[in-house]
């Protein structure tokens, strides 16, 4: 495992951490129908994003995912009053997109630039960068839907 330093760990915590987390809020916003510009989303993604500090505790693999997802069930349903399942289900989605676009590409693009997982992980802003197409897509995914909730006036408050 790489140790961060407290430099890289607050570059991470800017470039992928708050992007990521911004996204999956408004991915997760977007599957139940609330509205994306609300001040709730910017207090979720801060607070999932201070949660991402649990890559850093020495648990085992597949651990951290677990608690974010719970963690941003909790956020969600404190902030917005959602129904438990329905959230969850919310999150479960958000994921699972994001786990399938990463199992699509990630291994593809560590071959074609020549570096290891070590090296990403272990500097912030390439971290960032092979995060941006997941980001990517679950944002055009998360507008999508957005728009279709506008359109057929489904939006809640």
């Given at each position: 495992?790489?140790?961060?330093?407290?430099?890289?760990?607050?570059?991470?915590?800017?470039?992928?951490?708050?992007?990521?987390?911004?996204?999956?809020?408004l991915?997760?916003?977007?599957?139940?129908?609330?509205?994306?510009?609300?001040?709730?989303?910017?207090?979720?993604?801060?607070?999932?994003?201070?949660?991402?500090?649990?890559?850093?505790?020495?648990?085992?693999?597949?651990?951290?995912?677990?608690?974010?997802?719970?963690?941003?069930?909790?956020y969600?349903?404190?902030?917005?009053?959602?129904?438990?399942?329905?959230?969850?289900?919310?999150?479960?989605i958000?994921?699972?997109?994001?786990?399938?676009?990463?199992?699509?590409?990630?291994m593809?693009?560590?071959?074609?630039?020549?570096?290891?997982?070590?090296?990403?992980?272990?500097?912030?802003?390439?971290?960032?960068?092979?995060?941006?197409?997941?980001?990517?897509?679950?944002?055009?995914?998360?507008?999508?839907?957005?728009?279709?909730?506008?359109?057929?006036?489904?939006?809640?408050?």
């Amino acid at each position: 495992m790489v140790h961060e330093t407290f430099p890289n760990l607050l570059w991470a915590l800017m470039l992928q951490d708050f992007p990521e987390s911004l996204i999956a809020v408004l991915f997760v916003f977007s599957i139940l129908n609330f509205r994306f510009w609300d001040k709730r989303v910017l207090s979720i993604s801060l607070l999932q994003t201070v949660t991402n500090l649990v890559r850093l505790l020495p648990i085992a693999f597949g651990i951290h995912t677990v608690i974010l997802i719970i963690s941003l069930v909790i956020y969600t349903c404190l902030f917005t009053g959602a129904r438990p399942s329905r959230t969850f289900a919310a999150v479960l989605i958000c994921f699972s997109v994001s786990a399938a676009v990463q199992v699509a590409y990630f291994m593809p693009l560590l071959q074609f630039t020549g570096l290891n997982y070590e090296v990403v992980f272990a500097n912030p802003f390439l971290r960032a960068a092979f995060a941006l197409p997941y980001e990517a897509i679950l944002l055009l995914l998360a507008l999508g839907k957005n728009c279709y909730n506008n359109r057929k006036g489904l939006v809640v408050n």
